[in-house]
């Protein structure tokens, strides 16, 4: 929760200050992606059983795309929503990469790429009080519990998979899914509120609740 101090230091924070995170979030979000996979081998053991587990990656990244779409529009036109707009947007380029790479190489495997839904729920994380679409800190919040669940959701499904070099684009991708909850967490520090960054070792079901915060 932000204190009355935090509240008088969003409001007193240069447009242009702020912004720099949203430009660091950008930028550290597309470092180091590498091409997942051009051209897959023949020779993988279950190409279905890779199709498939791509596929469940796939919903993220729709969920993603929609999502930061969504709550683009309800940011207000203050210092504060433009810089969540420009980390929204940022983050929103690198799904919309993740998510045409996997779509391609699913349609290598021999499956067919999950097509996205019109809209999704994201009620379950408002009930839990894990974000909100009433500010645009709380919309922030929102974006990093799904960005957490996204990077969670990457480091158990890779282990389902049967090509090694999938195995290593999917941790690529969890990789990044996990800085951009880093990078969200760092605007909060940016804008005042006293957290790590980095809140522990590993990002996982089990220290899920040390990533998120609460409305």
Not at 13 to 21: E, H, N, V
Not at 147 to 166: N, V
Not at 170 to 195: C, N, P, Q, W, Y
Request: glycine share 8%; hydrophobic share 50%.
């Amino acid at each position: 929760m932000l204190t009355e101090a935090t509240a008088r230091r969003i409001k007193r924070w240069s447009r242009r200050d702020l912004l720099k995170t949203g430009a660091v979030v950008g930028t550290a979000g597309a470092i180091g992606i590498p091409a997942i996979v051009k051209r897959v081998e023949a020779a993988s053991p279950n190409m279905m059983n890779d199709a498939k587990v791509l596929n469940g990656a796939l919903f993220y990244e729709h969920q993603a795309i929609w999502a930061y779409g969504f709550a683009a529009g309800k940011l207000t036109n203050t210092s504060v929503g433009k810089a969540v707009l420009a980390i929204a947007l940022a983050n929103q380029a690198d799904h919309k990469k993740h998510r045409d790479t996997l779509a391609a190489v699913i349609k290598q495997l021999g499956g067919t790429p999950a097509e996205a839904q019109k809209q999704y729920d994201v009620s379950p994380y408002l009930k839990a009080g894990e974000g909100a679409l009433d500010s645009d800190v709380n919309i922030a919040k929102l974006a990093l519990a799904l960005e957490t669940d996204a990077a969670i959701a990457y480091g158990r499904e890779i282990a389902k998979l049967t090509t090694p070099a999938l195995i290593t684009a999917g941790a690529s991708i969890g990789a990044t899914e996990a800085s951009h909850a880093t990078l969200i967490r760092s605007a909060f520090k940016a804008l005042g509120v006293d957290l790590a960054v980095i809140p522990a070792s590993f990002v996982s079901a089990d220290t899920r609740s040390n990533w998120v915060l609460k409305v």
